[in-house]
């Protein structure tokens, strides 16, 4: 992950404040969440490291 990679994502997670954030379609799903979900994606898909962490279970 580069730098600049990591500066969006602590970007994207510090927005996670904002009430527009949680504005949700019929469906159940922000817009917001596409955009974390795809950039989160990419990330993982470049690092795979970075991939297995987000497959690990929460402990």
């Not at 990679?5 to 404040?17: A, I, K, Q, S, T």
């Not at 917001?32 to 279970?57: C, K, Y």
């Amino acid at each position: 992950m580069t730098a600049a990679e990591f500066d969006e994502m602590v970007d994207m997670l510090m927005d996670l404040h904002r009430p527009d954030r949680y504005t949700l379609d019929a469906n159940g799903w922000s817009p917001w969440m596409t955009e974390v979900d795809e950039a989160l994606q990419r990330i993982a898909a470049e690092n795979p490291g970075f991939a297995a962490h987000l497959s690990e279970p929460n402990r």
